[in-house]
């Protein structure tokens, strides 16, 4: 299975993306008073949600935004209003949900670990739920005697296909904490009887992974629930299971500026390998979150200091683990691409040195990217984290307290770049209120003392 030619998008460009940089410097969104923050491309997010719509043509879909990707609900609400629902995985991000705007109905909870109030909360509301195990479904059955829902049910399969090139992220692993495994042994037979059991349960939820699955790991997924789905269809001789929630896991190039593979690709591998699945008797759920905003993101840092260390440059900036995390952990799985530039914006054009790039984390693996051939830096340079418009500054670490950087959306449209902040950039006051200032002397008062 293989991508086709990457079509033209906004995100792709290099030189819009230095045009909007300058612009930022500009507008003082970047600089020595604002060292990092993040610019997510509006053009972008909503070409690659009506590139994601027309892929998969008039399909009963609904396409519920992973909200895990960029959590922030000016950007939800944008998709709300381009027509998606969202898939949520915790008690905050039904909140976000909510707060964005989006219907209950479309909205989809799949947290793994949900709690009983959580259910509940989830099943007044009328949003979607996709039970993790046989145990939450006995949960959510108890919880319905007592409170009428008109959410939609469903419950999680790990159709135990295998792992992709990054294990901590591929959820079909034989012995992945997602869902019910299918292989193992009265595994099948215990989903289909629970069909059997609660006549509310209507759906079948998968999701292999999340980057590093190939195009056949995706569909064999797929392909499982699809199957599996029919048979429970034909054995109760009526339709038991309505809808197919099919997940994510559309892998992101950070290699270059391509959008490929596309959402077009990944409802073609589908269409060749599930051919069913498209015939209109499953209504459809995606949950693609990634693939739609890492590409329409980047991060802007200033270099505050440039030094030579055991023969290796080191350009010390304010982009390191709080905002790249997995890129600092796992380097090898998560690398990204990084742009340098003049303090005003503009592409630095001197000879190429290899740097490493670190950021203001206290510890020494705190770096983004080593020995990468970059024009040399000096200290009042930027740097540019490319494709980071999801699980990025969205997704921020607060390790040392370094501070949430803002986040501004912008537009090209018309020509002119315009900027809107959609999430101010954090003051240490309210570091401060988080970190239990107001309970200063709490422990204090328990007249605690050492045992020797």
Same mark, same amino acid.
């Given at each position: 299975m293989q991508a086709t030619t990457a079509v033209p998008h906004p995100a792709t460009d290099p030189s819009r993306r230095d045009r909007v940089l300058r612009a930022a410097v500009r507008a003082g969104l970047i600089g020595p008073d604002h060292p990092t923050a993040g610019f997510l491309d509006v053009d972008g997010l909503l070409t690659? *949600?009506?590139? +994601?719509?027309?892929?998969?043509?008039?399909? $009963?879909?609904?396409?519920?935004?992973?909200?895990? @990707?960029?959590?922030? *609900? $000016?950007? +939800?609400?944008?998709?709300?209003?381009? /027509? +998606?629902?969202?898939?949520?995985?915790?008690?905050?991000?039904?909140?976000?949900?909510v707060a964005a705007g989006f219907a209950p109905d479309r909205i989809v909870l799949d947290s793994p670990v949900k709690t009983r109030a959580e259910l509940a909360r989830a099943l007044a509301l009328g949003v979607a739920i996709n039970a993790d195990n046989l145990a939450e479904l006995a949960r959510v059955d108890a919880l319905l005697t007592a409170v009428p829902s008109a959410s939609v049910l469903g419950l999680r399969l790990n159709p135990q296909v295998g792992a992709g090139t990054i294990a901590a992220m591929s959820t079909a692993s034989r012995t992945s904490k997602f869902g019910v495994p299918m292989t193992d042994p009265g595994a099948r037979q215990a989903v289909i009887d629970a069909f059997d059991a609660y006549p509310w349960l209507t759906r079948l939820?998968?999701?292999?992974? @999340?980057?590093?699955?190939?195009?056949?790991?995706?569909?064999? /997924?797929?392909?499982?629930?699809?199957d599996l789905a029919e048979e429970i269809n034909a054995r109760a001789g009526t339709r038991r299971v309505t809808g197919l929630d099919i997940g994510g896991g559309l892998p992101v190039d950070f290699d270059?500026?391509?959008?490929?593979? @596309?959402?077009?690709?990944?409802? @073609?591998?589908?269409?060749?390998?599930? $051919? /069913?699945?498209?015939?209109?008797r499953y209504e459809l759920v995606t949950e693609f979150g990634r693939s739609v905003t890492a590409k329409n993101g980047f991060t802007a840092a200033v270099v505050e200091y440039v030094k030579d260390v055991g023969g290796r440059r080191i350009a010390l900036t304010h982009a390191g683990a709080h905002l790249a995390t997995r890129t600092v952990f796992m380097p090898d799985s998560w690398p990204l691409r990084v742009a340098a530039y003049t303090a005003e914006g503009l592409p630095k054009g001197t000879a190429e040195l290899p740097h490493d790039v670190a950021g203001p984390c206290c510890f020494a693996g705190d770096v983004v990217a080593r020995d990468r051939p970059l024009p040399e830096l000096a200290p009042g340079d930027l740097i540019t984290l490319l494709d980071t418009g999801g699980y990025a500054f969205t997704a921020h670490w607060s390790y040392n307290n370094v501070t949430r950087p803002a986040v501004h959306g912008f537009t090209t449209a018309g020509g002119e770049v315009r900027f809107t902040t959609i999430r101010a950039e954090q003051t240490t006051a309210e570091i401060l209120a988080e970190s239990g200032a107001d309970l200063a002397d709490d422990l204090l008062a328990l007249e605690a003392a050492p045992w020797r």
């Amino acid at each position: 299975m293989q991508a086709t030619t990457a079509v033209p998008h906004p995100a792709t460009d290099p030189s819009r993306r230095d045009r909007v940089l300058r612009a930022a410097v500009r507008a003082g969104l970047i600089g020595p008073d604002h060292p990092t923050a993040g610019f997510l491309d509006v053009d972008g997010l909503l070409t690659t *949600v009506a590139d +994601l719509k027309a892929a998969f043509g008039d399909a $009963p879909v609904l396409h519920a935004f992973a909200a895990k @990707s960029t959590p922030l *609900v $000016p950007v +939800l609400r944008l998709l709300a209003e381009a /027509g +998606l629902g969202c898939e949520v995985a915790s008690p905050g991000e039904l909140a976000l949900a909510v707060a964005a705007g989006f219907a209950p109905d479309r909205i989809v909870l799949d947290s793994p670990v949900k709690t009983r109030a959580e259910l509940a909360r989830a099943l007044a509301l009328g949003v979607a739920i996709n039970a993790d195990n046989l145990a939450e479904l006995a949960r959510v059955d108890a919880l319905l005697t007592a409170v009428p829902s008109a959410s939609v049910l469903g419950l999680r399969l790990n159709p135990q296909v295998g792992a992709g090139t990054i294990a901590a992220m591929s959820t079909a692993s034989r012995t992945s904490k997602f869902g019910v495994p299918m292989t193992d042994p009265g595994a099948r037979q215990a989903v289909i009887d629970a069909f059997d059991a609660y006549p509310w349960l209507t759906r079948l939820h998968v999701h292999v992974g @999340s980057q590093g699955c190939p195009p056949e790991l995706i569909t064999a /997924g797929v392909g499982a629930a699809y199957d599996l789905a029919e048979e429970i269809n034909a054995r109760a001789g009526t339709r038991r299971v309505t809808g197919l929630d099919i997940g994510g896991g559309l892998p992101v190039d950070f290699d270059g500026d391509t959008m490929s593979p @596309s959402h077009a690709d990944y409802v @073609s591998w589908l269409r060749e390998a599930v $051919p /069913g699945l498209f015939d209109g008797r499953y209504e459809l759920v995606t949950e693609f979150g990634r693939s739609v905003t890492a590409k329409n993101g980047f991060t802007a840092a200033v270099v505050e200091y440039v030094k030579d260390v055991g023969g290796r440059r080191i350009a010390l900036t304010h982009a390191g683990a709080h905002l790249a995390t997995r890129t600092v952990f796992m380097p090898d799985s998560w690398p990204l691409r990084v742009a340098a530039y003049t303090a005003e914006g503009l592409p630095k054009g001197t000879a190429e040195l290899p740097h490493d790039v670190a950021g203001p984390c206290c510890f020494a693996g705190d770096v983004v990217a080593r020995d990468r051939p970059l024009p040399e830096l000096a200290p009042g340079d930027l740097i540019t984290l490319l494709d980071t418009g999801g699980y990025a500054f969205t997704a921020h670490w607060s390790y040392n307290n370094v501070t949430r950087p803002a986040v501004h959306g912008f537009t090209t449209a018309g020509g002119e770049v315009r900027f809107t902040t959609i999430r101010a950039e954090q003051t240490t006051a309210e570091i401060l209120a988080e970190s239990g200032a107001d309970l200063a002397d709490d422990l204090l008062a328990l007249e605690a003392a050492p045992w020797r």
